[in-house]
C-alpha cells in the first residue's frame, strides 16, 4: 500500500491527524533533517493547527497527510521568500489554488521547502538561505531548484511533497534523490499562486515515495482553475491501478538520450530497467529527437527572459525588501532594492533575459528561440505519431555531484538539465522513477508522454516499480 | 560573442539592477559565455515566418469583465514598505530621471 494511502486509511479508521502531526513535527526537528537545510518555515504549531483543521473536515482523498510546500507555492500562514532575500518578510495575503485543493481534500501543510532562488537552479545551492544537502551525502547536491522539497521526502519526513517545474526542477531532484517527481502537461494543474519564472512553461509538481502517492496527490490538484486562464477543461487523471502487463505498448527509447558519454553507471541502471519494461510485455522501439541538442540553448533564451519579465515586480514599492538607492530617487530606489535583494544567479538570468529581448537582439535570441522552441515540439509529435505510446530515457546524464562542481561555470550547471528541457519546452506530462543506485547514489529513468496522457504513463510506472529494486547497484 | 563592459551596464540600467562594486568583470564573463553557448541555436536551419509554440489550451479562457475581489488573509498596507490612505509611498521622481 502506498504511504498516502496508508495515512489516510488510519485516519479514517480512528487514528488522530494529531498523531501525525506530531510524529511529522519530531522529524522536522530531528538532528537529521536540520543538517539537510531543506526547510525554510515549518513550526509544531502550524502543524497542530493543520490537524485541528483537517479533524473539523469531512474524509477527503487526502485527511491527514503531510505534504511539503516549495517556497515559491504561497500561503497565507507561513512566510513565502522563494529563497531571495528580496522578500524578506513576505506572507502571501492568498493561498495557491494548489494549496486551497490540497487543504480542502484533508491534506496538512507541514512545511515550506527551500528551494535556488526563485527556482533558478539545478543544485538547490543558490538559496539565499544556505544550500539544501543530499539526503545520502551531505557533500552532494539534492538537484534542484525543488531540492528541499525532494529532500524531505527522500528523508521520509513526509510522504509527498510540491515542487515546481520550469526545465525539470522536479524530475532532476526526484532522480538525484531516489524519488518520483511527476511533471503533469502545462494547464493541467493550476498555476495560480506559484511565483511566476517563465509563465509559458512553470508547472507545479510532484514528489511522492511512490507513484501511487503522486498520483493520488496530482488527481486532487488537477483541473480548470477560473483564477488561471491556462489551465484546460478535462477531467483530473485516475490513480491508475498497477497494470499486470505492459503488452500491447510501445515505447520508444530517444537515441539522442543514450549519448556515448552518458555516464556509465546511469547507463546501466536504465538499461536494466528497459529489459524489465521488455519482460512486462512492452515493445521498445528507437526513435530520434534531432532537436534535442539545441533544448538547453532554447530554454535559455525564453525562460531568462520571461524571468526578465515577472521578475520586473520586484522593486521594493509595494511589498518585500526596500533598500534606499544612493541619492535618494525612485530610480536609484529600484537599482538599490534590485541588486541587493537578488542573488548572483537570478540577476545573472534576469540580465541575460533583458539582452535577449533588447533591441537589436530581439530576433536572433528571441525569435529564433521560439521556432526553434517548435521543432522541439514537433519531434515528439512525429514520435509519438509513429506508433510509440510513451518515450523511456535517463532524467540526468549523472547521478548528483559535489556541491560546488558547477558554480562556477553557469553552463555546466544548465547542462545537468539537458534530458529534462525539451519536455518542459513541449509542455509535455513526464516523470522520474529510481531505477537503480550508483556507488550508493539514486539513479532515475525518464518516463514521457502525449499531453494529458498522465494516467497511462503513471500505470508504466508502476509497473515498472514492482519489476526492479531501485536500492540494487547498477554495474556498468 | 562578446559582450562589452559598457553593455552589460547599459543591460543592467535596463533591468534596473545595480551590479554591486567588484563583480561587473564577473558578470560579464559569465554573460559572454552564456551567449556563446546560446549561439549554437545559429546551427538550426528554423522557417523565417510561423506561429509560435503554445502550450496548453489552444486559447486563453476569458472571464466576465467584472470586478470579483478576491478575499486577501492580510490588507496590503501589512506587506507595503510604507503605505499611507491608501497609496504606496516611494521617493520622488526626480523631473524626466535619465532610463
Known amino acids: ?476 | 560573442m562578446k559582450i562589452s563592459r559598457d553593455e552589460v551596464l547599459h543591460i543592467a540600467k535596463l533591468a534596473e539592477i545595480e551590479i554591486p562594486p567588484g563583480e561587473l568583470e564577473r558578470v560579464t564573463e559569465d554573460l559572454c559565455r552564456i551567449c556563446d553557448y546560446v549561439d549554437l541555436l545559429n546551427e538550426v536551419s528554423t522557417p523565417a515566418e510561423g506561429q509560435p509554440f503554445l502550450a496548453g489550451p489552444g486559447r486563453a479562457a476569458l472571464r466576465e469583465d467584472v470586478i470579483d475581489p478576491v478575499a486577501l488573509a492580510h490588507p496590503v498596507e501589512e506587506l507595503a514598505p510604507e503605505f499611507v490612505a491608501g497609496f504606496f509611498l516611494v521617493p520622488k521622481l526626480d523631473g524626466m530621471e535619465e532610463g
Not at chain 1, 502543524?47 to 500561503?75: C, F, H, M, W, Y
Not at chain 1, 487543504?103 to 515550506?112: E, L, V
Not at chain 1, 543514450?258 to 530497467?273: C, I
Open chain 1, 1 to 476: 500500500m502506498s504511504r498516502v494511502a496508508s495515512i489516510v486509511a488510519d485516519v479514517n479508521g480512528g487514528v488522530s491527524p494529531q498523531t501525525t502531526a506530531r510524529e511529522v513535527a519530531q522529524r522536522l526537528a530531528a538532528d537529521e533533517t536540520e543538517r539537510l537545510n531543506a526547510t525554510l518555515a515549518w513550526s509544531p504549531e502550524w502543524l497542530g493547527r493543520e490537524a485541528e483543521r483537517v479533524e473539523a473536515q469531512s474524509p477527503g482523498p487526502l485527511s491527514g497527510v503531510p505534504i511539503a510546500i516549495k517556497d515559491n507555492i504561497v500561503t497565507t500562514e507561513q512566510p513565502t521568500t522563494c529563497a531571495s532575500r528580496i522578500l524578506d518578510g513576505y506572507v502571501s495575503p492568498f493561498d495557491a489554488t494548489a494549496v486551497a485543493r490540497l487543504r480542502n481534500a484533508g491534506a496538512m501543510i507541514a512545511a515550506k521547502a527551500n528551494l535556488d532562488e526563485f527556482a533558478m537552479g539545478s543544485s538547490t545551492e543558490h538559496s539565499a538561505y544556505g544550500r539544501v544537502h543530499h539526503p545520502m551525502d551531505s557533500e552532494r547536491v539534492p538537484g534542484g531548484s525543488s531540492g528541499g522539497s525532494a529532500a524531505l521526502v527522500a528523508a521520509d519526513v513526509v510522504p509527498v511533497a510540491l515542487g515546481s517545474e520550469t526545465g525539470g526542477s522536479v524530475r532532476q531532484p526526484a532522480s538525484f534523490c531516489g524519488v518520483v517527481g511527476v511533471k503533469p502537461t502545462y494547464g493541467r494543474v493550476s498555476r495560480y499562486g506559484l511565483v511566476a519564472f517563465g509563465s509559458s512553461l512553470d508547472c507545479i509538481s510532484i514528489f511522492g515515495r511512490t507513484t501511487d502517492d503522486a498520483a493520488r496527490v496530482l488527481s486532487v490538484l488537477s483541473g480548470v482553475d477560473p483564477l488561471d486562464a491556462t489551465t484546460v477543461d478535462c477531467a483530473p487523471p485516475d490513480v491508475p491501478a498497477r497494470p499486470p502487463t505492459l503488452r500491447g505498448l510501445t515505447i520508444g527509447l530517444p537515441e539522442e538520450y543514450f549519448p556515448d558519454d552518458l555516464d556509465p553507471g546511469v547507463r546501466a541502471a536504465n538499461e536494466r530497467a528497459i529489459r524489465a519494461l521488455r519482460d512486462l510485455g512492452a515493445e521498445l522501439r528507437p526513435v530520434s529527437l534531432p532537436h534535442t541538442r539545441f533544448a538547453v540553448p532554447t530554454y535559455y533564451v525564453i525562460a531568462p527572459a520571461e524571468a526578465a519579465s515577472n521578475l520586473a515586480r520586484y522593486d521594493g514599492a509595494r511589498y518585500g525588501r526596500r533598500v534606499p538607492g544612493e541619492g535618494g530617487g525612485l530610480r536609484a530606489l529600484y537599482r538599490a532594492t534590485r541588486g541587493a535583494g537578488f542573488g548572483p544567479e537570478v540577476r545573472r538570468r534576469i540580465l541575460i533575459g533583458t539582452y535577449v529581448l533588447s533591441a537589436g537582439y530581439y530576433d536572433a535570441y528571441y525569435t529564433k528561440a521560439q521556432r526553434v522552441r517548435v521543432l522541439i515540439a514537433e519531434d515528439f509529435q512525429r514520435a509519438f505519431a509513429s506508433g510509440v505510446d510513451y518515450l523511456f530515457t535517463p532524467t540526468t546524464p549523472t547521478p548528483a555531484f559535489k556541491a560546488g562542481e558547477k558554480t562556477q561555470d553557469p553552463v555546466a550547471m544548465y547542462l545537468a538539465d539537458i534530458f529534462t528541457c525539451a519536455v518542459s519546452l513541449a509542455g509535455l506530462p513526464a516523470m522520474s522513477l529510481p531505477t537503480g543506485r550508483v556507488e550508493g547514489l539514486p539513479v532515475g529513468g525518464q518516463l514521457i508522454a502525449p499531453a494529458f496522457e498522465e494516467s497511462g504513463m503513471l500505470g508504466v510506472a508502476m509497473a515498472l516499480e514492482d519489476a526492479i529494486d531501485p536500492t540494487e547497484e547498477a554495474r556498468p
